[in-house]
């Protein structure tokens, strides 16, 4: 039976499998910023970003974080479990860039007096709007239990991956994680962790090594992709 397309997004598509609880995600090279304002393409991008989840998801499982990630299948396509997914879209920030600068004037490259979290709901016609907890509460997007855990689950991901990408001089600056739940109830992490959904920069030159190379037109994109490649690999 050919694979069903379920679902289409900027960066991804999801494809059913053989088995109902198994999906197929292949990655895309699509490039968008500012809400879809913005296009194009980067060469490369998906089986960049692949591997570079594939391995990120790999170094978390090590430390007691169930992942989604079944096995890499294609350049481009990993092999995961189906999760229900939060509507809800959880921010790490370690330094100050992007719409927080905008929101509460840091300076950029300010470093938070300790990892700040910010919760957004997941809906593009609305702009993927910042949430209270009294947004999630009146919304029932998660519960008390629920959104407890993910925090706990976000900090120890985000202490794991300052470490790794530290060794490797890199400040992973902020980052977007998604979750959802499996088939037995459990809170996985799911969606990618790449230069797509994180800020990196180099430890030494503050050289910008993510997508805001493509949306600042900065240049160097590709290389920039193949460069954090090359350091999650050594």
């Known amino acids: 039976m050919a694979p069903e397309k379920l679902y289409e997004g900027k960066a991804k598509i999801i494809y059913s499998t053989d088995d109902p609880e198994l999906i197929s995600q292949k990655f895309k090279n699509d490039a968008t910023a500012f809400d879809g304002k913005k ?10 970003n692949a591997a570079i989840t594939t391995r990120l998801f ?18 481009d396509t990993l092999l995961c479990k189906r999760l229900e997914m939060f509507q809800v879209e959880v ?22 007096k300790k990892p700040m979290l910010e919760f957004f709901l997941k809906d593009d016609s ?26 706990q689950l976000t900090l120890k991901i985000n202490e794991t991956l300052v ?23 459990h809170i996985v992490l799911g969606d990618e962790i790449s230069p797509d959904t994180c800020r990196f920069w180099d430890a030494d030159s503050r050289e910008k090594l993510d997508k805001d190379r493509f949306r600042r037109d900065l240049g160097g ?6 460069e954090m490649l090359n350091r999650v690999n050594q």
């Open 58 to 75: 790999r170094v978390l499982e090590e430390q007691g974080i169930i992942t989604q990630l079944v096995e890499q299948t294609a350049d």
């Open 163 to 185: 470490q790794f990408f530290a060794e490797r001089k890199v400040l992973l600056v902020d980052f977007k994680l998604e979750f959802g739940k499996d088939s037995e109830g």
């Open 126 to 151: 609305l702009g993927d709007p910042l949430i209270t907890d009294a947004h999630i509460e009146e919304l029932e997007l998660l519960t008390r239990a629920e959104r407890d855990e993910i925090e």
């Open 39 to 48: 296009k194009g393409q980067i060469e490369h991008k998906g089986v960049r």
């Open 221 to 226: 994109v590709e290389e920039a992709y193949e």
């Open 91 to 112: 921010v790490v920030r370690n330094y100050a860039a992007g719409s927080i600068c905008k929101r509460l004037g840091f300076d950029e490259g300010h470093k938070m």
